[in-house]
């Protein structure tokens, strides 16, 4: 991989076999396709409560690494606040 690579946009063939395997990712497991964005919105609404997170930028992806799906969730710190 070279630094170049960082800088390449993805084609759109890439994008949609990313997003079939997250549709399929989530049929197997059983969850609805919004899964993701449903969860987000539960974690915004429950850690805005609390002034230490910055509740805006919370992030909740399901990732695959080929191997096992991954839900991947990030809750950063309000600045100024750790």
Do not use: C, H
């Not at 170049?4 to 990313?18: G, T």
């Amino acid at each position: 991989m070279s630094i170049f690579d960082l800088f390449r946009r993805k084609k759109s063939s890439e994008i949609a076999k990313q997003r079939l395997m997250m549709v399929l990712s989530y049929e197997r497991k059983g969850l609805p396709p919004n899964f993701a964005d449903i969860l987000q919105e539960d974690l915004i609404q429950v850690f805005s409560k609390y002034p230490q997170f910055d509740s805006k930028r919370i992030e909740v992806e399901l990732k695959n690494d080929g191997e096992v799906d991954q839900l991947w969730i990030s809750i950063p710190f309000a600045k100024g606040k750790t």
